[in-house]
């Protein structure tokens, strides 16, 4: 069974950072964890789960939200089966609770979080003002 466990929320001040990291496990059919691509998810309270970013199985290949793009990057040691999510300049907009999300083995990387299989539970994070 797939398990996806995320770490690393927690508060920060605003203009601050954190690095998010997920470790995976148990993708079926014994495929590496290099046959899925991964993204990262957000939830505010009261609004829909909104796509951060996403990376390509080799990750050579990253996608970003546009609310994102220059303060967040997304990476993947294959080595390890962990995807990271490393956040600068964080405001209070960025506050939610992230979520770590596996797609489809040899699926194309995509911002639709439709497309995704496997979740994890998700880790806070709450930047103060």
């Known amino acids: 069974q797939v398990q996806l466990v995320e770490s690393g929320g927690g508060w920060v001040q605003a203009g601050g950072s954190l690095r998010l990291s997920c470790a995976a496990s148990?993708?079926?059919?014994?495929?590496?964890?290099?046959?899925?691509?991964m993204g990262w998810f957000r939830q505010a309270p009261g609004k829909e789960r909104q796509f951060v970013a996403a990376?390509?199985?080799?990750?050579?290949?990253?996608k970003y939200a546009d609310s994102v793009k220059g303060r967040f990057t997304i990476s993947r040691d294959n080595a390890k089966n962990t995807v990271y999510l490393e956040m600068i300049s964080l405001n209070a907009e960025d506050t939610a609770v992230y979520y770590c999300?596996?797609?489809?083995?040899?699926?194309?990387?995509?911002?639709?979080?439709?497309?995704?299989?496997?979740w994890g539970q998700g880790t806070q994070v709450t930047v103060s003002s």
């Open positions: 999300a596996g797609g489809p083995s040899f699926s194309p990387t995509t911002g639709n979080s439709h497309m995704y299989n496997y």
């Open positions: 148990g993708f079926a059919s014994g495929l590496p964890f290099s046959a899925y691509p």
């Open positions: 990376i390509n199985r080799s990750g050579a290949i990253t």
